[in-house]
């Protein structure tokens, strides 16, 4: 039409990728924090077969063995290649347990390049299949219903700027890091608590534990997404120490200096999930339980309630 374009600045803020970087201004703006983040996004990869049919491209369970790597590994190698060319960072490599599964991690990234690398390594992973003739999918579940599912493991932290009295911190878990956090402390240690956990880090925490179930409906945008519930996907909205059957597993470090290594990992989201959604529904969240002072729920008792539907 010949309108103003008025519309179109209006619905500009329903951009995710604009809402993402809304969020990450509110943060720092009140709260001077700084969001570090990297996502674990697993897919399947599949082939035609003899008779046309698509089938896995690697036999499964055969977890983190490099005989299966090996099948796909100028795919693999294709993809790290490709990623440094546009700037994400190829931590590891490998199979996961499912058939035709992979898992490709990459380095952090602060603010909103965090859920740019999360998208260009998902376009590339699939545009480097189709290259191929093959097929790359992210969906939770591909080849069977009660095997594993692709899940989309969010890891974060809270970094605030360095102060006259902040100790002088350790070397860095490593160099990319210690370049992004330069003139940056982590907000979420606290060596002296039994749990290694800021206040901020658990008011942060229990503004996401609080919201679990909204975040959910952004983590698992589809149908497919809810299959994995019962198969190392948390069905709870809890937290608990290096725990991977909670929603949040936290790894704090208390009565060390290991502030920078201190994160928490959100276990519930599928590799389906849009990464800017997902970082402002986490940012919104945990901004209500900073705002609210919400202190953080118990962790959970090891065999508790956690992932079994």
Known sequence: GGGSGGGAAALNGAVPRTLCKRLLKALEDEYGLRFLAASELEFSVARRGARGAWEPACDGPEIFTTLQQTKLASYTYAIEEAMAQVGVDVRTMNCEYGAGQLEITFAPKLGVAAADAASTYRLGVKELAQQRGWLATFMSKTFSLDGPGNGGHFNFSLWRARTEEDAVPPAAESDSIAALTAGLVSAMHDGAAPDGLSPTAKSFLAGVLLHAPAIEAIASPTPSCYMRHGRWAPTHAN???????????????????????????????????????????????????????????????????????
């Open 239 to 309: 937290h608990g120490p290096d725990d991977r059957l909670a929603a949040v597993r936290t790894k704090a470090y208390p009565h060390s200096t290991r502030g920078g290594a201190t994160y928490f990992e959100l276990r519930m989201a599928s590799a389906s999930a849009n990464p800017y959604l997902l970082i402002a529904a986490i940012v919104a969240a945990g901004i209500d339980g900073l705002r609210r002072s919400l202190p953080a729920p118990p962790a959970r008792q090891s065999g508790a309630e956690g992932a079994a539907a």
